[in-house]
């Protein structure tokens, strides 16, 4: 319990302690130039996930259902025992601010049931026991459902299962009191590397969502054209979505991975060397310590 609370207290100070212009981090190097900002490296790495699930419409979308979802079940005994009674299996979760966990089993949550939600939502829509404010909001998410493209959903779902599983071992490392900044920066570099193997894996993906839709093929809409030096493309549905969405994901994770990575190179390169101090001859440590 304490070492959760540490770290969650890391975190909730390193907000107030952040800002550039403003607030601790400013104050403290306005009295001493020399002071370097340490960032809890395991909250940085709770923002990220965040940044990118806010960083395109279709993210947004997804995960501002996955939440509604969840608040509408879970704040009624009757509809969450409807839920566990009829549906059993990972149950829907919260959001819970910025941690990958959260986002995993949420996504877990909703790729393992989708088509036993649609059904419960459509049933309690037209139960007239139900209150009319109740009924309307059930009509609502299962509409929001129906209209969904099963497809792009589930590539959804399946990436935001991978991925956070990752970063949450690498979360859970990053929590341990004795690591090293040059531990926390390889790592950082190690999940960019990750990623970028990513970026061009979108076929794999979407290979592992098709299995969870029927007809695996994205529907027919109006195609997007881009005018480039007079030659006109014609952009697919399917590749609308990679690049509009999966791409957009993944670089917004990369952009966000790099500037806070670099953050910790530099303090490792400054400060690591206080972790090895037995190890190093004299002379390495004076070397180190003169460019600091």
């Given at each position: 319990?304490?070492?959760?609370?540490?770290?969650?207290?890391?975190?909730r100070l390193s907000v107030y302690m952040a800002g550039?212009?403003?607030?601790?981090?400013?104050?403290?190097?306005?009295?001493?130039?020399?002071?370097?900002?340490?960032?809890?490296?395991?909250?940085?790495?709770?923002?990220?996930?965040?940044?990118?699930?806010?960083?395109?419409?279709?993210?947004?979308?997804?995960?501002?259902?996955?939440?509604?979802?969840?608040?509408?079940?879970?704040?009624?005994?009757?509809?969450?025992?409807?839920?566990?009674?009829?549906?059993?299996?990972?149950?829907?979760?919260?959001?819970?601010?910025?941690?990958?966990?959260?986002?995993?089993?949420?996504?877990?949550?909703?790729?393992?049931?989708?088509?036993?939600?649609?059904?419960?939502?459509?049933?309690?829509?037209?139960?007239?026991?139900?209150?009319?404010?109740?009924?309307?909001?059930?009509?609502?998410?299962?509409?929001?459902?129906?209209?969904?493209?099963?497809?792009?959903?589930?590539?959804?779902?399946?990436?935001?299962?991978?991925?956070?599983?990752?970063?949450?071992?690498?979360?859970?490392?990053?929590?341990?009191?004795?690591?090293?900044?040059?531990?926390?920066?390889?790592?950082?570099?190690?999940?960019?590397?990750?990623?970028?193997?990513?970026?061009?894996d979108f076929e794999r993906i979407e290979q592992s969502?098709?299995?969870?839709?029927?007809?695996?093929?994205?529907?027919?809409?109006?195609?997007?054209?881009?005018?480039?030096?007079?030659?006109?493309?014609?952009?697919?549905?399917?590749?609308?979505?990679?690049?509009?969405?999966?791409?957009?994901?993944?670089?917004?994770?990369?952009?966000?991975?790099?500037?806070?990575?670099?953050?910790?190179?530099?303090?490792?390169?400054?400060?690591?060397?206080?972790?090895?101090?037995?190890?190093?001859p004299a002379t390495s440590i004076r070397d180190t310590?003169?460019?600091?």
């Open positions: 319990m304490a070492g959760r609370l540490s770290v969650y207290m890391a975190g550039r212009l403003s607030d601790v981090h400013a104050r403290v190097k306005e009295m001493n130039p020399r002071a370097s900002f340490v960032p809890c490296s395991a909250h940085s790495l709770n923002l990220v996930g965040a940044c990118a699930a806010e960083c395109c419409l279709d993210a947004a979308s997804f995960f501002g259902f996955v939440q509604a979802l969840y608040n509408f079940l879970s704040s009624s005994t009757h509809r969450w025992g409807l839920f566990v009674k009829r549906i059993g299996g990972p149950t829907p979760k919260s959001l819970s601010g910025a941690r990958w966990s959260a986002r995993h089993d949420a996504t877990v949550a909703l790729k393992s049931n989708y088509k036993k939600i649609i059904s419960l939502l459509l049933d309690v829509s037209r139960d007239l026991k139900e209150s009319p404010r109740t009924r309307d909001e059930e009509s609502s998410l299962h509409n929001k459902m129906e209209k969904f493209e099963l497809l792009c959903v589930f590539v959804l779902c399946v990436f935001w299962e991978q991925v956070p599983a990752c970063f949450y071992t690498a979360n859970k490392t990053l929590q341990k009191p004795s690591l090293s900044l040059g531990v926390v920066h390889t790592l950082y570099d190690s999940l960019t590397a990750f990623l970028t193997g990513l970026r061009d969502a098709s299995p969870f839709v029927e007809e695996p093929s994205y529907q027919y809409k109006r195609t997007a054209k881009r005018k480039r030096k007079d030659v006109e493309a014609v952009l697919s549905h399917r590749e609308q979505h990679r690049i509009n969405t999966f791409l957009v994901i993944v670089d917004c994770l990369l952009s966000e991975l790099e500037k806070r990575g670099d953050i910790y190179k530099t303090l490792a390169q400054d400060f690591d060397i206080l972790f090895y101090l037995h190890k190093k310590a003169s460019h600091i």
